[in-house]
């Protein structure tokens, strides 16, 4: 079974500051894809990156990019020039291609802003 | 707005009470889940569907029920409600695939379920 580890349960960074969030992944499959999910105290699920495991490019989002090392099964997400409204709790999160596409979700990591 | 809705938002249960959380979309996609969310800790599936009429068991499937009678709709029951059963629950959905635009998975904004 396909699991996914997020082994920082909080962080902290000062705000302007550059934060890495760590994922690491355990799977099988060659052809899947990668997520990281901010949720903010209401509780919404927010889709900040994805990342296809075919692709050999890391995604970028603006101020969010992903280190995607598919051979060591790691998958961090960078925050550059934090913002006060980043502060969530970000899940990682996988789902393969073929057969039963169930989505995973890592255990969270608490970002905390400090101004 | 086109999405994934979820009923209801909130709802209080008393232990062994039965209820039916609802969830529907309508973006034609052929996958579905239903996750729960204790506090602190991450989304853990309960049930998955990857079509009409199919169902499969997630992590954490004991003491729920789910049915998926056609694509729009699939929804979650708890026959005898427990304390342990209290939690948010989020509904999802997708269609993943390679050559598909803007492929990502959908979320409903959650139930808060509190059984006393």
């Not at chain 1, 209401?42 to 075919?54: D, G, K, T, W």
């Not at chain 1, 090392?69 to 996988?94: P, R, T, V």
């Not at chain 2, 304390?83 to 803007?102: E, I, K, M």
Request: aromatic share 12%; hydrophobic share 30%; with cysteine.
């Amino acid at each position: 079974a396909q699991t996914v580890t997020q082994s920082q349960p909080e962080m902290s960074v000062q705000e302007a500051e550059t934060v890495t969030l760590s994922c690491t992944y355990d799977t099988s499959e060659s052809d899947y894809y990668l997520f990281w999910y901010k949720q903010p105290p209401s509780r919404q699920m927010i889709l900040v990156i994805r990342q296809e495991a075919y692709k050999q490019q890391n995604a970028t989002e603006n101020r969010f990019s992903v280190n995607f090392q598919k051979a060591a099964k790691s998958f961090s997400l960078k925050i550059s020039d934090s913002q006060l409204g980043d502060a969530a709790m970000y899940f990682c999160a996988y789902i393969r291609i073929q057969g039963a596409q169930k989505l995973v979700f890592g255990q969270g990591t608490r970002l905390t802003i400090n101004p | 707005n086109a999405g994934v809705t979820q009923t209801p938002k909130f709802q209080v249960l008393k232990t062994g009470q039965s209820m039916t959380l609802q969830c529907a979309q309508d973006m034609n996609h052929n996958s579905m889940y239903w996750y729960r969310q204790d506090p602190g800790m991450g989304l853990r599936l309960i049930y998955y569907s990857a079509s009409e009429g199919t169902t499969d068991k997630g992590e954490v499937p004991n003491g729920y029920n789910v049915s998926r009678l056609n694509k729009r709709e699939f929804s979650l029951r708890l026959e005898s409600a427990a304390p342990s059963q209290t939690s948010v629950y989020f509904c999802a959905s997708s269609d993943l695939g390679r050559f598909l635009s803007g492929n990502t998975i959908y979320f409903g904004e959650g139930s808060w379920l509190t059984v006393v």
